[in-house]
């Protein structure tokens, strides 16, 4: 097991770029951040529910690491926790490389269970015109990897605050590497 620490917290109640911080939010088990218009059990993320609006919503909560904060500054962008619409942030932990399924313990209660990697879209070159291409790319196969952080899913419910730990419980082999959701 290895850790890290919530940094910030960040939610909206109405559909927006930017998430303002919160001294706690409180996860809902199955549902996502309380009062979050991205809480639910079916999708609610606006182009997911043009697609299908009765799918799962995989996407209940949004976290990002504060080091892409720092690797953006290096090349000139001001990126501040809430800003690319995340719930949690992180410090400590290499949330890309995560497997899927990997559960984060935070604070005293609240269980997340990692499901993918966020999809940059085009909302975020019109925050920082042209941070989307600092955000996605391609590797030196042709792959195309994303940094913009993971979503995950509540397992269990309770409060996050700025300061909890935050546990990483890998689960069982073979890994199975992070996807787009």
Do not use: W
């Amino acid at each position: 097991m290895t850790g890290g620490t919530v940094t910030a917290v960040s939610s909206n109640g109405e559909y927006s770029f930017t998430k303002p911080n919160r001294p706690v939010i409180t996860l809902l088990a199955g549902l996502g951040v309380a009062g979050d218009v991205h809480a639910g059990v079916t999708v609610k993320h606006r182009s997911r529910m043009a697609q299908d609006p009765t799918r799962p919503n995989l996407r209940q909560v949004h976290l990002i690491h504060e080091e892409l904060f720092q690797e953006l500054a290096a090349k000139g962008f001001t990126v501040r926790p809430g800003d690319l619409g995340e719930n949690i942030t992180t410090r400590g932990i290499d949330l890309l490389g995560l497997p899927t399924g990997t559960l984060l313990r935070m604070g005293a209660e609240a269980v997340l269970e990692v499901t993918g990697l966020r999809n940059p879209c085009r909302q975020i070159d019109a925050f920082r015109d042209g941070l989307l291409k600092e955000v996605v790319g391609r590797d030196g196969t042709g792959a195309v990897v994303r940094k913009a952080g993971i979503m995950a899913v509540v397992a269990v419910g309770g409060p996050v605050r700025p300061g909890d730990t935050v546990t990483v419980e890998l689960p069982d082999r073979p890994h199975r590497p992070l996807e787009r959701v």
